[in-house]
């Protein structure tokens, strides 16, 4: 068959199936006729592509959110901190679980580090108001943590905002 007409095919397939005149099946199985299959691999990849930035966005709003959590909710401790695990441990779980099937995991990491980092700080100030030690303590814990991570899964982005975040930290003790 000409190539032209089949492109016309596969457009007036991919015309009805998004309009609804054909059952889902019918314009795939048309379509895997018409294209030999390739279609329906570029439909997938597409598919899983517009899923991961979906996800991605959804870790990105959960950054605002703790911080609205955290800074102006009348929430108990327990209760902001049990959310944050939370949200901490969906990034977490993100990661892992997608992680041979996508590239586009930073999103979740960096949202996990913010998370922890708010949550960490917000934890600190309501448990010891006055201790600036104890705050200087846990930023350094998250720091190094940023670092290490940094360092085993090679993230440059993690282990200089570790580095740095350490020297800014012992700047600031000691000036």
């Known amino acids: 068959m000409d190539e032209n ?8 397939i991919l015309y009805w199936k998004k309009s609804r005149m054909l059952p889902d099946r019918y314009c795939d199985y ?7 299959g390739s279609q329906l691999k570029e439909i997938k990849k597409h598919k899983n592509k517009m899923v991961l930035y979906l996800a991605n966005l ?21 209760l902001q901190t049990a959310i944050l695990i939370l949200f901490i441990s969906a990034c977490i779980f993100f990661v892992f679980y997608f992680s ?3 590239k586009l995991m930073h999103i979740p990491i960096i949202s996990a580090a913010l998370i922890l980092l708010m949550g ?3 934890l600190v100030s ?37 580095t740095l975040g350490c020297f800014l930290i012992i700047i600031s003790i000691f000036v």
């Open 30 to 36: 048309l379509l895997a006729l018409y294209t030999e």
């Open 120 to 122: 960490a700080v917000g």
């Open 126 to 162: 309501e448990i010891y108001p006055e201790n600036q030690k104890v705050l200087y303590a846990a930023l350094v814990i998250n720091c190094v943590l940023w670092l290490f991570a940094g360092l085993k899964f090679k993230f440059q982005y993690l282990w200089i905002s570790g």
């Open 100 to 102: 041979s099937k996508a």
């Open 5 to 12: 007409r089949k492109k016309v095919i596969v457009n007036e």
């Open 58 to 78: 959804i870790f990105l709003l959960l950054i605002p959110i703790s911080a609205l959590l955290i800074y102006f909710t009348e929430l108990s401790i327990i």
